[in-house]
């Protein structure tokens, strides 16, 4: 069995493979390591097949064409799928990181019994290309802040990383990461709690373009979403839940300062309240229960209009109860309607997450 599967994501990176390629397989010659090399291409309209061609008649690699996906983490996942080591190590082909590094990061995962090791800019000798901005520095800093409630890794959005092919292995079915931080997704997923970091510098590319953009930043918002429902399940829900909640409070005052202009007001009361209800409808739909949103719509509203009905009783019904049984409460009712808000609005998480919008519509 190989000793190490290195995995290489590419899009339009011809000129950098017959560079990092040579380096690679000089520096598994010197550490005395077996290795293979899995490129995974996304059908990339230069020469990459041609040159990986050429390379393979002198080095071990192996390349895997995507014809109808597209996708760095999804690329790396072909790559792991494909893999035969007890070692995996995911880096990429930009030159940015520096395979120097390749033989320590394999002996570390290999002798420390760690489950996860990586290429850090963020522990004490690491560091960026002086070539970096102070705006690519703070994003940089921005996305990292945004990983800490899922681990506290310094540089968990780095993309060279060693894991065990059998880490990987049980976790493989949960595994479902969007944009560019595969790493994230295999360390909260696969579960990695001995974690080591090893600095590096990471450089600038000198040849071919970055893949990043502002659509790759939008699909780490909806990967840091994944995962904190992944991680904190019911509390990501309610969580999401509860703020939608609120925003529905802004849309309710909003259409009833509009709609007292034309409407009297018990009629404007209602339909604001209908409005507001509405738009958390909708959001809940999209974004805290998006699993289920290509069940039929209509079903899921007139259940959500009930389950709505069904909180604001026991609203009701808290808030009475409390100012009915306790002097200490009828003295104080906005207390006790505060009460019955959080009651109401559990009641109405629990019908929208188990009834509403249940998985089993989603299927």
Known sequence: MLQLSIIVP???????????????????KDS????????????????????????????PVRLITRKNERGHSTAVLTGLN???AEILLVM????????????????TLKNQQADFVTGSRYVRGGSTDHSWGWLRKLNSKIATWLARPFTKVKDPLSCFFAINHQTYLKARELLHPAGYNIGLEL????????????????????????KRSFKEQFHYLKHLKQLFEFQYRNY???????????????????????????????IAVAVAIWISMSTNFLLN???????????PILKQYLSYCGSC??????????????????????????????????????????LCRYLVFSKQQSA
């Open 82 to 84: 494909a893999a035969t």
């Open 32 to 59: 005395a390591i077996a290795a293979e090399i899995i490129i995974v291409d996304d059908d990339s309209p230069n020469e990459t097949i041609e040159v990986c061609n050429t390379l393979s008649e002198s080095y």
């Open 10 to 28: 590419t899009y339009c990176e011809a000129e950098n493979l017959a560079c990092l390629i040579p380096r690679i397989d000089q520096i598994l």
């Open 187 to 210: 360390l909260v997923k696969c579960r990695c709690r001995n974690v080591i970091e090893l600095p590096i510098n990471i450089a600038d590319r000198t040849k071919g373009t970055s």
């Open 92 to 107: 990429n082909a930009d030159l940015s990181h520096p395979p120097e590094i390749i033989p320590e990061l394999y002996s």
């Open 285 to 295: 739909r999209n974004i805290t229960f998006s699993y289920a949103r290509h069940a």
């Open 309 to 350: 009905l069904t909180g604001a009783f026991f609203n009701w019904l808290s808030t009475e109860t409390l100012c009915r049984s306790f002097v200490f409460f009828n003295q104080r009712t906005l207390l006790a309607a505060f009460i019955g808000i959080l009651t109401g609005m559990v009641f109405n998480f629990i």
């Open 236 to 266: 990501a829900y309610f969580t999401q839940f509860a703020v939608i909640g609120l925003s529905g409070v802004f849309v309710n005052l909003t259409m009833l300062s509009i709609l007292m202009n034309w409407l009297i007001r018990p």
